[in-house]
């Protein structure tokens, strides 16, 4: 069931509950996730013999990933019985959409829902937005459950629930995005909100929603992977952008094993603050960091490393922290973006004051980055930087009692 929340007309903010009916997890495992070598394997369990199988991996990852279908039934290139059998077996279901909510800027958000812990029927839930703009469309998609670091101004880092989302959870995001946005071929977009001029809705992808994607490196590596496959979504690496908080020994392998963008979190330039905002910093502090960066495999003036800097009022953001950043990245091939922060209730934290934030950007303007505010999208829905928490979380403790004891007696 999708509840469609238009807020158009609306800007005051809401929290939007998840439907709370009993969640059945998918009783078939989904195709989608797995590797061209591991669909092989899947159809030889089915009966393709060994000669055939590359031929119809070809076949299935067209379907799924260039033309998105949600079943086998269509895929007609494929006989009747062996779609059959694999319906027998598996799906190519993606996260389902239980929620949607449409910003006045456009800003879509979804939430997805996940099976939970296999001994409980509680599902997970976590969040996707999709950011249009008239040449690009984005996609924040998220990596985990909640976040096991605790960042002192974001919002998902106060979140206890964690796991690791799988490839196929993952990767299943732009596809669920490309089922609401219309964005497959033959498709029907949208026709309010901007939708970008170009053949697709989703141009961009940025691993920038829910967790932290070094972190749970190997299903990131094969969604990612999957994502820019050209025989299938082909989006390409240079426009799928990897944010982390600074897990140093995985950005090596981030550049070797993904190559994809990479962009940093990295809000403070000394140590004792920086150990605070992104406790992270006490493990891989900002001489390593630096040290990671300035060696990360491909990176060049035309591949630069985005440096993502929060705006907080009186902590971070003097002229002499702006100084001291420009002086910091000095010899690596970066772009700058100042993030306005994000409030959300209970924070201690305020955004900086936008007079403040306009002479921090000269500074680094002069310094020869070009552009490095990043305006905020989607605030009215809850859907900018940082601010994204799965609902189960959000829910009331009457809620969540009600869910567990409807799932106790099912
Ligand atoms: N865990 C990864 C990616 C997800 S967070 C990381 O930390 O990089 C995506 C970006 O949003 C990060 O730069 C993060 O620091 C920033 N962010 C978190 N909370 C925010 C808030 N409340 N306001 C603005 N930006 C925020
Ligand atoms: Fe996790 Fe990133 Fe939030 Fe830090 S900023 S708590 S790493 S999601």
Same mark, same amino acid.
């Given at each position: 069931?999708?509840?469609? @929340?238009?807020?158009?007309?609306?800007?005051?903010?809401?929290?939007?509950?998840?439907?709370?009916?009993?969640?059945?997890?998918?009783?078939?495992?989904?195709?989608?996730?797995? %590797?061209? %070598?591991?669909?092989?394997?899947?159809? /030889?369990?089915?009966? @393709?013999?060994?000669?055939?199988?590359?031929?119809?991996?070809?076949?299935?990852?067209?379907?799924?990933?260039?033309? /998105?279908?949600?079943?086998?039934?269509?895929?007609?290139? +494929?006989?009747?019985?062996?779609? *059959?059998?694999?319906?027998?077996?598996?799906?190519?279901?993606?996260?389902?959409?239980?929620?949607?909510?449409?910003? @006045?800027?456009?800003?879509?958000?979804?939430?997805?829902?996940?099976?939970?812990?296999?001994?409980?029927?509680?599902?997970?839930?976590?969040?996707?937005?999709?950011?249009?703009?008239?040449?690009?469309?984005?996609?924040?998609?998220?990596?985990?459950?909640?976040?096991?670091?605790?960042?002192?101004?974001?919002?998902?880092?106060?979140?206890?629930?964690?796991? &690791?989302?799988?490839?196929?959870?993952?990767?299943?995001? @732009?596809?669920?995005?490309?089922?609401?946005?219309?964005?497959?071929?033959? /498709?029907?977009?949208?026709?309010?909100?901007?939708?970008?001029?170009?053949?697709?809705?989703?141009? !961009?992808?940025?691993? +920038?929603?829910?967790?932290?994607?070094?972190?749970?490196?190997?299903?990131?590596?094969?969604?990612?992977?999957?994502?820019?496959?050209?025989?299938?979504?082909?989006?390409?690496?240079?426009?799928?952008?990897?944010?982390?908080?600074?897990?140093?020994?995985?950005?090596?392998?981030?550049?070797?094993?993904?190559?994809?963008?990479?962009? #940093? %979190?990295?809000?403070?330039?000394?140590?004792?603050?920086? &150990?605070?905002?992104?406790?992270? &910093?006490?493990?891989?502090?900002?001489?390593?960091?630096?040290? *990671?960066?300035? !060696?990360?495999?491909?990176?060049? !003036?035309?591949?630069?490393?985005?440096?993502?800097?929060?705006?907080?009022?009186?902590?971070?953001?003097? #002229?002499?922290?702006?100084?001291?950043?420009?002086?910091?990245?000095?010899?690596?091939?970066?772009?700058?973006?100042?993030? =306005?922060? !994000?409030?959300?209730?209970?924070?201690?934290?305020?955004?900086?004051?936008?007079?403040?934030?306009?002479?921090?950007?000269?500074?680094?303007?002069? *310094?020869?980055?070009?552009? =490095?505010?990043?305006?905020?999208?989607?605030?009215?829905?809850?859907?900018?930087?940082?601010?994204?928490?799965?609902?189960?979380?959000?829910?009331?403790?009457?809620?969540?009692?009600?869910?567990? *004891?409807?799932?106790?007696?099912?």
């Amino acid at each position: 069931m999708i509840s469609r @929340v238009e807020t158009a007309s609306a800007p005051t903010p809401f929290v939007e509950k998840a439907p709370l009916e009993a969640y059945v997890a998918p009783a078939k495992p989904s195709l989608v996730g797995l %590797s061209r %070598s591991e669909l092989a394997d899947v159809l /030889g369990e089915v009966g @393709v013999p060994a000669a055939q199988r590359k031929m119809r991996v070809q076949q299935l990852w067209h379907w799924i990933y260039y033309r /998105g279908f949600t079943d086998f039934d269509g895929m007609t290139t +494929m006989s009747k019985e062996l779609r *059959a059998a694999l319906a027998e077996r598996y799906t190519v279901a993606r996260p389902e959409v239980v929620a949607e909510q449409v910003s @006045v800027d456009g800003t879509r958000k979804w939430l997805l829902r996940l099976p939970g812990d296999p001994d409980s029927k509680l599902p997970h839930d976590v969040e996707c937005v999709y950011i249009p703009d008239t040449e690009r469309g984005t996609l924040c998609v998220s990596s985990q459950v909640g976040c096991t670091l605790t960042c002192t101004f974001c919002h998902t880092g106060t979140q206890r629930l964690v796991r &690791n989302l799988t490839a196929g959870e993952i990767a299943g995001q @732009v596809l669920a995005a490309r089922d609401r946005l219309g964005d497959w071929p033959g /498709g029907t977009r949208p026709t309010d909100g901007v939708i970008p001029t170009g053949e697709r809705c989703v141009t !961009n992808i940025v691993m +920038m929603g829910m967790g932290e994607p070094l972190y749970n490196f190997d299903a990131v590596r094969d969604a990612i992977l999957i994502m820019a496959d050209g025989e299938g979504l082909g989006i390409s690496k240079r426009r799928i952008t990897l944010s982390t908080s600074g897990v140093v020994p995985n950005i090596e392998r981030a550049g070797t094993e993904i190559g994809c963008m990479l962009a #940093i %979190s990295l809000h403070a330039v000394r140590d004792e603050l920086r &150990n605070e905002l992104v406790p992270l &910093n006490r493990k891989y502090p900002i001489a390593q960091l630096m040290e *990671a960066c300035r !060696n990360y495999p491909g990176a060049s !003036n035309a591949k630069r490393i985005t440096f993502e800097y929060v705006m907080l009022k009186d902590v971070n953001d003097s #002229i002499e922290d702006a100084k001291a950043l420009v002086r910091l990245l000095k010899g690596i091939p970066a772009k700058i973006n100042l993030i =306005p922060f !994000n409030p959300w209730p209970g924070t201690k934290y305020e955004c900086s004051d936008w007079d403040q934030i306009e002479k921090f950007s000269q500074v680094v303007f002069d *310094a020869g980055y070009a552009s =490095p505010v990043r305006t905020p999208r989607g605030r009215d829905i809850f859907a900018a930087c940082g601010q994204l928490k799965s609902a189960t979380e959000k829910m009331t403790a009457r809620e969540r009692l009600a869910l567990r *004891a409807m799932a106790m007696t099912d």
